[in-house]
Every structure is written in C-alpha cells, then in structure tokens.
C-alpha cells in the first residue's frame, strides 16, 4: 500500500532564510505527487503537482520541489521565507483505485517563522 | 469557474446525536468527490470517495455514512455520534488527475 512520510512535524525557521520541507513516499509505481498549505481553520491549497518530465517542479508562492526517483523523496523548499509562509504543509501522493485517483497525505509539517 | 462549498463552518453536538454535513460543487460536472477527517496532528484520513452519483467508497469503518444524491452533492451523515468522531471535515473535488484536488474551508466538529 501506498504511503506517504513526513519526518519533521514542527520546522521553525527565520524570516529570510531557506526552507526545506522533506516527504518521503512509497509506492511501487509512477507517483502523482502533491504539496498543500493549510492555514489555520482553513481548508487546503496547492501549491504545487508533479506528474511526470522535469523533475524539479515550480509553484506558487515562491515554492519549489524536485521529484527523487532513487530516494523516493519529493522535498519542497523556498530559497527566502516570510512570515505568511507559516502554516501546516502536507505532502501527497496520488496513486489509482478501480479507476480512482485516491490521494493520501502525510501527517504534515508545522512551519513556525521567527521575525 | 469551479468552487466548493461546505457547511457548516462549525458544528457543537451532543454524543448521541444526528450528524449532517454538506458539500456542494459548482461549475463542473461528475466530479469525484472526497470527504476526509483531519485530527489534530494526525494528518488526513480519508473516510469517503465518490466517482458518481449513489456510488460511495468507505475506506474507513466506522459510524459515519456518505451518500451523493446529486451529481454536485456529497452528505457525511451519522445516526449517532461518539466523541471520537470530533475533528475537522473537509470535503474535496477533483475533474481528474491532472487537476489536482480542490478542498472546501472544513467543518469543525466538536463531540461533547
């Protein structure tokens, strides 16, 4: 069965500096992979997808993430992070069922911003 | 453009009692639709999928039921609840894969 782990359930980082979210997945074909946001009491936004082709994937908000076939890994990362940018980040991966696409999430990561 | 709505926002009910909590899309047809519960620090479980009307995916056993009357239209019900089933509830579309998944602002439920 597929699943999907987030090793870092708080991650706290200065306003400016990099920011590296790890997701790790398992699955025994091609991933559909997937990041959302969640904001507090809010529902959840993507923010970016990889299906297939180039590895490394942009989306918004500054955000990006590179597919690792050999590590099984699909990180996300911002090169500066601001105070916004604090939130719960869930990593996906979408695999098939009967002709459904089920995602399944990981627990999230808790992005805390220092000034 | 599509949208999702989900009510009510937040939801106070004794144990024992009836649940009914509503999901509805707009501006697309047949969509698959996903009802998943979020407790706190524990990530998203999905409870239901649907791919039509009247065809409903437990992946969860549990006292809670989904139903899709309409094409648009996804219900989590309960005929009575536990205080295990307090959480946050989001519902959430998809056209297909390369659309990725649109969820709704969630329902908070507390069990008391």
């Known amino acids: 069965a597929q699943s999907v782990t987030q090793p870092d359930i708080h991650i706290t980082v200065s306003e400016g500096a990099s920011l590296e979210l790890r997701c790790n997945y398992s699955?025994?074909?091609?991933?559909?992979l997937f990041w959302y946001v969640q904001s507090p009491g809010q529902g959840l936004q993507l923010l970016l997808k990889y299906f297939s082709g180039d590895t490394l994937v942009q989306g918004i908000k500054g955000f990006e993430a590179e597919f690792k076939r050999s590590q099984s890994s699909f990180n996300l990362r911002k090169p500066s992070v601001h105070w916004s940018d604090a939130a719960e980040y869930f990593c996906?991966?979408?695999?098939?069922?009967?002709?459904?696409?089920?995602?399944?999430f990981g627990r999230g990561t808790s992005l805390i911003v220092h000034p | 453009s599509q949208t999702i709505h989900q009510w009510p926002a937040t939801l106070v009910q004794p144990v024992g009692s009836p649940l009914s909590l509503e999901c509805t899309v707009e501006?697309?047809?047949?969509?698959?639709l996903y009802w998943y519960r979020q407790a706190a620090g524990r990530g998203l479980q999905l409870l239901f999928y649907?791919?039509?009307?009247?065809?409903i995916s437990s992946e969860v056993p549990q006292n809670l039921s989904a139903s899709r009357p309409q094409d648009r239209q996804f219900i989590l019900s309960s005929k009575k609840l536990l205080l295990s089933d307090s959480g946050f509830y989001l519902c959430?579309?998809?056209?297909?894969?390369?659309?990725?998944?649109?969820f709704g602002s969630g329902t908070r439920l507390t069990v008391v």
């Open positions: 501006g697309t047809s047949n969509p698959n």
């Open positions: 649907s791919v039509g009307i009247g065809q």
């Open positions: 699955y025994g074909a091609t991933p559909y």
């Open positions: 996906a991966v979408v695999t098939s069922s009967g002709g459904s696409y089920i995602p399944t």
């Open positions: 959430a579309w998809s056209g297909g894969l390369t659309y990725g998944y649109t």
